[in-house]
C-alpha cells in the first residue's frame, strides 16, 4: 500500500511564526504536491515538485515556499505565517504518468492565531 | 484553462436511495477525469478514473461514473447509497499536465 505522512495532524501558530510542514511517501514516486483545503472552495494547488531539487508554482503559491532535497520528502514551508494561512493542508505524491492516481496523505489542519 | 465545476455543494439523501453527483468540466483537448472522496479526517482517496476506452467506469463499492464528452460531464452515480458512504467527493480533471484541477466538492449526507 502506498503510503503518504505528514508530519502533524493538527498545527497551531502565532502570526509571524516560520512553519514547516513536512511530508514523506514510500513508494518512490517522482511527482509531489502541496495543496490547500478550504470550504467551498476544493482543493487549490500550492506547489509541485516533479524531481528531487525540482518546483513549481501552483495556483496560489504566495507566501508559501517548498523544498525537496530528497526523492521521498517534500516540505512546505510558511516564511511567516498569517490569519489568511490557517486552513487544511494536503501532501500528495504520484508517478510521472499522466493518468496517474495521487495519493494523498491525511492533511493537516492548521490555524493561524 | 480548464476548470470543474461541481454545481452541489451538498447532497442530503435516505438509505438506500439512488444519487447523482454532478460534476462538469470545461477543456478543448482530450482529458483524463477523476473522483476522489474524503471520509472525515482523512485524506481523499481514488473512487475511480476515466483514461480511455469504455465511457462507463466503476469502482468496487458500487458508485460509477459515465465520461460524455459532448457535454463536457462525468456524473457519478450510485444506485442505493450506504450511511457509510457520507463523505465529501471531488471530482477532477488532468488535460496534459502532471497537475490535477479539482471541482469545489459535494458533501454527500446519507440519513437512515
Known sequence: ?113 | AQSVTQLDSQVPVFEEAPVELRCNYSSSVSVYLFWYVQYPNQGLQLLLKYLSGSTLVESINGFEAEFNKSQTSFHLRKPSVHISDTAEYFCAVNTGFQKLVFGTGTRLLVSP
Not at chain 1, 524531481?51 to 512546505?76: H, N, T, W
Not at chain 1, 504520484?94 to 492548521?110: A, C, I, K, V
Open chain 1, 1 to 113: 500500500d502506498v503510503k503518504v505522512t505528514q508530519s502533524s495532524r493538527y498545527l497551531v501558530k502565532r502570526t509571524g511564526e516560520k512553519v514547516f510542514l513536512e511530508c514523506v511517501q514510500d513508494m518512490d514516486h517522482e511527482n509531489m504536491f502541496w495543496y490547500r483545503q478550504d470550504p467551498g472552495l476544493g482543493l487549490r494547488l500550492i506547489y509541485f515538485s516533479y524531481d528531487v531539487k525540482m518546483k513549481e508554482k501552483g495556483d496560489i503559491p504566495e507566501g508559501y515556499s517548498v523544498s525537496r532535497e530528497k526523492k521521498e520528502r517534500f516540505s512546505l514551508i510558511l516564511e511567516s505565517a498569517s490569519t489568511n494561512q490557517t486552513s487544511m493542508y494536503l501532501c500528495a505524491s504520484s508517478s510521472p504518468d499522466r493518468g496517474e492516481t495521487q495519493y494523498f496523505g491525511p492533511g493537516t489542519r492548521l490555524l493561524v492565531l
